[in-house]
């Protein structure tokens, strides 16, 4: 079946959203099951009559529209779960929307990786460290694990980190790459207009905020420090390092840029050539 990734998947998180159509009136079991069936159905559906690579991409975005709708509902419960709900819809989101951005502003580096669900072992320990560590507070002290003025400054954070964040992919456009390169395309050029005319690195900022901001918002104290301090020590050796072959490509265009903007991000200089 032809269709272009960025509609595919589009369409696909739009379907997994159909779940909240649901009627919630009816009793929690007979949701669990429709809407396991409803998965089933779909996802039957989709393998039926896309390739082995689209449904891959189907999949990923069904299921992430899906854990993004049960995000919201559970956000919007009374349950005493529901900053869960919202870290749920936050990460969805991120993810799928990583994904959706790189197949308007970039397709032909797109892949599956684009969704950046397998980005790195030790990012998957630090989701799983911020589930653990809200279920033991909701466990222990659930009075924290219900929503107060310091979760509205996450979710700020959060949505102002996903906006920078997809703002400078789609300022960037092709010369936007979820890895460095080591050789420079023909058509790469060096972007300082726009968010790049304030930091030098919008994307690692907006990301850096987004991440803090999930631990902000849900009132994980010790994985609010511990993803500040892993964040900043990930994007201190990835700045050096992109900076390195940036001054590679551009060399005294990129020196005079690098003088005049700064990366963005806290006590994070860049690549020294000297």
Do not use: C
């Given at each position: 079946m032809a269709c272009t990734p960025s509609l595919m998947s589009f369409a696909t998180f739009c379907s997994g959203l159909l779940i909240c159509l649901i009627d919630l009136s009816s009793d929690s079991d007979q949701f669990i099951y429709i809407s396991f069936l409803y998965v089933l159905i779909f996802c039957s559906i989709i393998k039926f009559f896309f390739n082995s690579t689209n449904f891959q991409i189907s999949l990923r975005s069904y299921m992430l529209g899906s854990a993004f709708s049960y995000g919201i509902m559970l956000a919007f419960s009374d349950m005493s779960l529901r900053l869960c709900g919202w870290y749920i819809a936050a990460l969805a989101f991120f993810h799928w929307s990583e994904y959706f951005a790189t197949s308007i502003t970039n397709p032909q580096n797109l892949n599956l990786d684009s969704f950046l669900l397998n980005h790195s072992r030790e990012y998957h320990l630090a989701v799983v460290?911020?589930?653990?560590?809200?279920?033991?507070?909701?466990?222990?002290?659930?009075?924290?694990?219900?929503?107060?003025?310091?979760?509205?400054?996450?979710?700020?954070?959060?949505?102002?980190?996903?906006?920078?964040?997809?703002?400078?992919?789609?300022?960037?456009?092709?010369?936007?790459?979820?890895?460095?390169?080591?050789?420079?395309?023909?058509?790469?050029?060096?972007?300082?207009t726009g968010l790049y005319a304030i930091f030098r690195h919008p994307s690692y900022v907006g990301w850096m905020c987004w991440s803090v901001g999930t631990q902000v918002m849900i009132g994980n104290p010790a994985c609010t420090v511990l993803y500040f301090i892993f964040t900043w020590f990930f994007f201190r050796e990835r700045v050096a390092?992109?900076?390195?072959?940036?001054?590679?490509?551009?060399?005294?265009?990129?020196?005079e840029y690098k003088r005049n903007v700064p990366s963005g991000l806290p006590f994070i200089y860049g690549y020294d050539p000297q």
């Open positions: 460290a911020s589930f653990i560590e809200y279920v033991l507070e909701w466990m222990v002290i659930p009075y924290l694990s219900l929503p107060h003025i310091y979760s509205y400054i996450g979710l700020t954070m959060v949505v102002a980190g996903e906006i920078l964040r997809k703002g400078a992919m789609f300022n960037a456009g092709s010369n936007f790459n979820h890895y460095i390169r080591d050789r420079r395309e023909n058509d790469h050029q060096l972007v300082t390092a992109e900076e390195y072959t940036l001054y590679k490509f551009f060399g005294s265009s990129y020196a």
